[in-house]
């Protein structure tokens, strides 16, 4: 299957277990694999043949940015489940939510969660 990828997109949020996370926030980097058939969309040169991928921008963003959640396994269930109903055309989309900042001692690059979810 064909693949559109958003990577690293950057949001702050306010998402986590710990009271602090839920008011101050902090940033939070998602990267979302979309899976569809793009040779219409190749062959034709025709954007409407396609996702838009800033709508997806949009939308990732709109769910980050939004309501707190306390785990980022729902931020990922969120996203998936918005890009599903929204583009049609989409048969699976992968998303990834990195949480670089985590309120967890010692030296990490993020945390991070990976679901896939499919119609």
Same mark, same amino acid.
């Given at each position: 299957? *064909?693949? &559109? &990828?958003l *990577? @690293?997109?950057?949001?702050?949020?306010?998402h986590? &277990?710990?009271?602090?996370?839920?008011? +101050? @926030?902090? $940033? /939070?980097i998602v990267d979302v694999e979309l899976e569809l058939d793009l040779r219409p969309a190749g062959e034709t040169d025709d $954007?409407? %043949?396609?996702? *838009?991928?800033?709508r997806v921008f949009e939308l990732t963003?709109?769910?980050?940015q939004g %309501? =707190? /959640? %306390? +785990?980022?396994?729902s931020v990922a269930e969120a996203v998936a489940a918005a890009v599903l109903e929204? /583009? $049609?055309e989409v048969a699976?989309?992968?998303? %990834?939510? #990195? #949480? $670089?900042?985590? =309120? &967890?001692?010692?030296?990490f690059t993020w945390m991070a969660v990976e679901i896939k979810r499919t119609r």
């Open positions: 299957m *064909d693949k &559109i &990828i *990577d @690293g997109m950057e949001f702050y949020g306010c986590g &277990i710990r009271p602090e996370e839920q008011v +101050l @926030g902090q $940033p /939070f $954007p409407g %043949r396609t996702v *838009d991928y800033a963003g709109s769910i980050v %309501r =707190p /959640f %306390r +785990l980022i396994e929204t /583009f $049609p699976g989309v992968q998303v %990834r939510v #990195k #949480k $670089p900042r985590a =309120p &967890i001692p010692g030296h």
